[in-house]
Structures are given as structure tokens and as C-alpha cells.
């Protein structure tokens, strides 16, 4: 665990050299989520999505994640998923319940009497005003007719009235922005909004207004447009935002093990927003001889949050519960700190000591772990400095599926004490998974963000009672072991379907289904991977770039060498996965600052 902690601890050093801001915390992510590129890219405002269908699909899927990576910390030592505790959820009740209406009332007879523009000498509405509340009213008809469309999509069945209420949604977007386009040339729009922002700067109660005004109407055309649990505020504008695309905003890291030492000595000394807990865990990592990742600092940045007219003296806060101290971090606080930049890493190698040979790393009776990571059973050697390294598993289904559970729970130490909180209620209506109560390596519920917590819907409370130490990165599961050899060696190969050409790297998920097996390798330059596979019934997923996912089965009937042979269709697919491997969050100033 002390080198996952290591590889923490320097991304965490990168990003404070790289940013002065005081009110920064870099918190670690104990349980680790990984996410894969089409659920990020999904979260992008509808105007950077050049798919329609995407368009559509983003409408409907995204709101776990937003979810998640909008959760506000509760603890001053990690950030974790905590969806009962998102940021838009908070930050609309602090719009409801501070006191805007009646400035808002108050507001308008100053407008009224300061404004030639919109109105005229006896008081009535110029003709100006009276086009923008007409075209307005369009527009907030069209925005009506595309919410009472979305309401429809639950009760669709087949494929075909899916695409029919696609190709209509498309259709009700464009009359959408046809009368916005109408609302803002022959409305008006920007003359009225200009003069009515002329009129909010008179005085800081006016500001103050438009900042507050402007975070609600927000959320009011949101809840309009997208029946309020599909909304739009779920949106991010991540930044760079074409990281899931490209190498924008990625660097490559390699630690060395002398580095790696180093750094977590450091964490253990400063223990600056890390738990004591994760700190304790420990064992033999002496077969680990470097780390390389690439990393990025990803900014998440949200059209609809503004805090800055929560810190004007217009605003007044009366509710038992307060926002912020401007120091503590903890659930007593309604907005102590809030979200803003993840810390993601891809493409991670762990180079192992030379001896070790292919015969221990495949081996069908055990797991491989890097700290909460689960690594594919497969020695891959690097051809110019024939370095040995693992990868990690980065197949979501693989991550959260009922084998990989199980078989880490027969990894688990078995002496250690485990304390599982009960689960809140979940806000959201999308079926989600449990976190497993016991974990490997950890022993407790915040390792293992990878195994099934992946949609997790509670707080996750790092949890050990004494230090854990297990033999080292390669953990026995804990079944008994048949006296007759009851594996066979299988043999899969790859190829294009058009041209016979052997696929190089395509990403190889087999599970079992009629028993709890499950193994993770991928293909060599000619395509072929072999691997020893248990007597029984697989399932077999084969992902690899620009090519369409295969699924299909297969059986291992006895001990007998079997070999498969699969070929591919192209289509314009990526597959890239992301691991959150720490949070860096802002901690809000005193609120209210009176």
C-alpha cells in the first residue's frame, strides 16, 4: 500500500508547486474510482458533444457521475464519493432559503423608476420589454415542449421508439434554439438584459441580486428542461476539456523504488489530509521496483455555482446549520469545501523485480494488488530494456462485477476487525452496486473503489483496526486447492475481419458463469495470449480501440489445451479508462462573513 501512497504523495507535491491557492486541499481518494471515457465525456456540456446520439444518451446517463464527482468532502483527511452530500443538492437549498425574495421585490421599484428602457414616462412597458417577455414566453414553451418529451423516454421499449424519440428530441432542440435565436434578434434579448444589468451594478444590494438571480434561474430552467432529475446543472466543463480525446494536459511519471521509499516516508511525516489508517497498511512490496503513470489535473468547472454572493453582507443565512467556519471540514458544516480539480492516472505499469517469471504472476489461485488496484494476470515484458511490469485492470464491468467481489473477499485477511456502516438511502434512481464488507489488503470497506463501488451511493469511512500485512502484491485466494490439475491451457487469438491482421493489445475479460473465476490479459503482437483456465462455463468480452466489442462464450470441458480464434469489426470505439486517485477541493471562507 506504501508505494500507492507514494505515487498520492507526488501528484500531490506536482500540484501545490504548481498552484499558490491557500484555501487548496489535495485529498486522497482511498477507495480509488475509475471511470471510463464515455461516462466523462458524457458529463460535457451538450455544445461539445458533436454526436447527436451522444447528445441524447448524455441526457439520460450521466446523473450517477455527476453525482459523484460533485460530492462535497465531509472529512479533513480523504474526499470519497458521498452522492447524499452533492454540491447542487447544497447549494440549491442555500438558494432557497436565503431571504432573495424580498430584495427581489424591493429591487424592482428601483428598476421601475431608474430605467427609461424598459419602461416608459406613465410606468407601462416599452415596446422593447414587451418583445422580450413575448419571445421569451416562446422560449419557455419550446423549453416546456422538450421536458414533456424526456418524460416519455421511461416508457419506451423497443429500439425502434427509441430512435424515433431520439430523431423527435433533436427535433424539439432545434425549435428550441430557433426561439431563442427569435428571442434574442427580434426580442431584444441583449439590449433588455444589458440595460437591466446596467441597473444591477447601481448598488451592491443590485449585485448581489444578479449573482444570486442568476444561480437560480439556473436551476429553474434546468429543472424545466430536463424533468429536474436529468437537469443540465449535472453538466461539467472540464478543463482541459479534450483530455479524454487526446494527450492534452497528460505527463508521464516514473518512480523509481528509492523515490517511492522516499515519498511515502514523507506522507507518513506530514500526514497532511491523509488517514492515519491507510498509513498503517502495510506489507511486502519488495518485488516492485518502479511505477510508471501518466497523470493530469483535471479542473471541473460549473455554469451554475457562483460563491461569491454567499460572501456579499446582503446575504443572510438563519438556519441552525451553518455553511462554513472557513477551517473545519466535517459534516457539521452545510459547504465547508467543494470540488474542483480531479487527480487522474492512466496507462499505469508496475515493473517488477527480474526474477520474477511468468508462472508466478499466472496463476489462476490468486490476485495481484497494488495497493486498492487489482492487476491483470499477465507478465508483460518491455522489448527494449526487457523490464518486467503488470497493468492494471481497467474494464468497468470486470471492476464491478459479483466474481471479482467474491474473489476478493477470499483474499481478505481473516483476524482483522471489521466496522461496516449501515447505508444511507440513495438519491438517485439508477440500480447501483454495494461496496463489498470485506476487502482485501485493507480489510475494511474503503479499499476497492474498483470492485463493485463503483456506483457505491454512501460515504465511505476508512475503517482498520490494526495494521494489515498480507505476503505481499501476490495474495492467495483462499480456496482449497484440488490434489488433480483441473486447469487447462487455452489459447486465444485475434484478428481484423477484413484483413486477417493480427490486433495487437486487445483487452482479453473472461468470467466465469457457473463459477466466481475471472481473468484479465490481453493479446501479444501476433494476437495470441494463453492463458490457464479452470474446468468450466466463461463468458469471454474481447475491447480493443476502434474496434466493436465482442461478446461471446466459451467452455473448458477438461484438462485438454483448447484454442480460440476471434475476429474483430472496426468502428470507430475508444476505450480509455481514468483512476481518481485523490481530489483536489477548495475550502470555502467563513459563511456567512457577518
Not at 422560449?139 to 415542449?145: G, S
Not at 443572510?316 to 470540488?339: C, H, R, V
Not at 463493485?452 to 483462499?478: N, Q
Request: hydrophobic share 40%.
Amino acid at each position: 500500500m506504501k508505494y500507492f501512497v507514494a505515487v498520492y504523495q507526488k501528484l500531490r507535491n506536482i500540484y501545490t508547486s504548481q498552484s499558490s491557492m491557500e484555501n487548496d486541499l489535495p485529498m486522497i481518494c482511498p477507495s480509488l474510482r475509475v471511470y471510463e471515457n464515455e461516462e466523462l465525456e458524457l458529463l460535457k456540456p451538450p455544445s461539445l458533444l458533436n454526436d447527436d446520439q451522444k447528445k441524447a444518451l448524455s441526457i439520460i446517463k450521466k446523473q450517477n457521475v455527476a453525482y459523484e464527482l460533485n460530492s462535497v468532502p465531509i472529512s479533513p483527511n480523504f474526499w470519497d464519493l458521498n452522492p447524499n452530500n452533492a454540491l447542487f443538492d447544497i447549494y440549491r437549498d442555500i438558494l432557497d432559503k436565503n431571504s432573495l425574495k424580498n430584495l427581489e421585490e424591493s429591487l424592482d421599484k428601483v428598476v421601475a423608476s431608474q430605467s427609461t428602457i424598459l419602461f416608459d414616462a406613465k410606468g407601462a412597458d416599452t415596446k422593447e420589454l414587451k418583445a422580450y417577455k413575448k419571445y421569451q414566453t416562446a422560449y419557455e414553451t419550446a423549453v416546456n415542449n422538450v421536458a414533456t418529451h424526456l418524460e416519455l423516454f421511461d416508457g419506451l421499449d423497443t429500439d425502434e421508439e427509441k430512435t424515433n424519440w431520439n430523431d423527435q428530441l433533436i427535433t424539439l432542440n432545434n425549435l428550441k434554439a430557433l426561439a431563442f435565436s427569435e428571442w434574442k434578434v427580434k426580442g431584444s434579448k441583449d439590449l433588455i438584459e444589458k440595460e437591466l444589468s446596467r441597473v444591477n451594478k447601481n448598488s451592491d444590494a443590485d449585485l448581489y441580486l444578479a449573482m444570486a438571480q442568476n444561480a437560480k434561474n439556473t436551476f429553474e430552467a434546468a429543472e424545466k428542461t430536463d424533468v429536474i432529475n436529468n437537469s443540465s446543472i449535472h453538466d461539467i466543463n472540464f478543463i482541459p476539456y479534450d483530455f479524454m480525446e487526446n494527450e492534452s494536459g497528460w505527463n508521464n511519471m516514473r518512480l523509481e523504488k528509492v523515490e517511492l521509499e522516499s515519498l511515502h516516508n514523507e506522507a507518513k511525516s506530514s500526514n497532511e489530509n491523509l488517514p492515519s489508517e491507510i498509513l498503517s497498511i502495510d506489507y511486502d512490496e519488495s518485488v516492485i521496483q518502479a511505477v510508471e503513470f501518466d497523470y493530469s489535473f483535471v479542473h471541473l468547472k460549473r455554469s451554475w455555482f457562483n460563491k461569491n454572493f454567499m460572501l456579499s453582507e446582503m446575504f443572510e443565512w438563519n438556519e441552525p446549520k451553518k455553511i462554513s467556519d472557513g477551517q473545519t471540514i466535517s459534516s457539521d458544516f452545510k459547504l465547508s469545501a467543494f470540488p474542483k480539480t480531479m487527480m487522474l492516472i492512466k496507462n499505469l505499469k508496475i515493473v517488477l523485480d527480474p526474477s520474477i517469471t511468468n508462472d508466478t504472476v499466472n496463476n489462476p489461485n490468486q490476485l495481484i494488488y497494488f495497493g486498492p488496484l487489482i492487476m491483470k494476470q499477465q507478465l508483460f515484458v518491455n522489448k527494449a530494456n526487457n523490464q518486467k511490469f503488470l497493468k492494471a485492470i481497467t474494464n468497468v464491468r470486470t471492476i464491478k462485477s459479483d466474481q471479482l467481489n467474491t474473489l476478493t473477499r477470499k483474499t481478505a485477511t481473516l483476524d482483522a476487525k471489521i466496522s461496516v456502516p449501515e447505508a444511507a438511502p440513495q438519491p438517485v434512481a439508477q440500480p447501483v452496486t454495494e461496496t463489498p464488507k470485506v476487502s482485501p489488503v485493507f480489510n475494511n470497506k474503503i479499499n476497492m473503489g474498483m470492485m463493485g463501488a463503483i456506483r457505491t451511493m454512501r460515504p465511505v469511512t476508512p475503517v482498520v483496526g490494526t495494521p494489515i500485512r498480507v505476503p505481499g502484491i501476490f495474495v492467495p485466494i483462499k480456496v482449497p486447492i484440488p490434489t488433480q490439475p483441473t486447469a487447462a491451457s487455452v489459447q486465444f487469438k485475434v484478428f481484423d475481419k477484413i484483413n486477417n491482421d493480427p490486433i495487437y493489445k486487445c483487452a482479453i475479460s473472461i468470467k466465469g458463469t457457473n463459477n466466481n473465476r475471472i481473468f484479465e490479459i490481453e493479446t501479444n503482437e501476433i494476437g495470441m495470449i494463453s492463458q490457464m483456465i479452470p474446468v468450466g462455463e466463461y463468458s469471454i468480452e474481447l475491447r480493443v480501440d476502434d474496434y466493436a466489442v465482442l461478446n461471446q462464450n466459451f467452455s473448458v470441458v477438461n484438462t485438454n489445451p483448447v484454442n480460440l480464434e476471434y475476429r474483430l469489426q472496426r468502428e470507430e470505439v475508444k476505450f480509455k479508462s481514468f483512476f481518481l486517485i485523490g481530489m483536489i477541493c477548495e475550502r470555502m471562507p467563513r459563511i456567512p462573513v457577518n
